[in-house]
């Protein structure tokens, strides 16, 4: 299973706009894209109301991740792989001046 752990940046966490932005930002890789952070169960990163209702905090370490048996290939490897450093580059710079 493709996996990238960030750093949520957002001064109010991924709570209103800025979870508004990260759900838009998995909804046009495509891809089924999950979100999760320690002690708490995986939610469906493509959810407005998941991930906002989930409390992503400041500070919060999250993972992210995409079930093995969704891709096609390599090829489709690679793709997640690359929408997941994506998606954590803008977590990580969400917030930033």
Known sequence: MPTMKAVVAAPVGLH??????????????????SISKAG???VDARSLLQVMTAD?????????????????DALG????????????????SQGAA
């Open 56 to 72: 992503f905090p400041h500070g919060c370490e999250v993972e992210l991740s995409i079930r093995e048996n969704e891709l096609e």
């Open 16 to 33: 209103a706009r800025s979870a508004a932005v990260f759900v838009r930002a998995v909804t046009d890789t495509g891809l089924p894209v």
């Open 77 to 92: 490897r690679e793709k997640a792989e690359n929408a997941l450093r994506q998606l954590r580059e803008l977590l990580e």
């Open 40 to 42: 708490a169960g995986l």
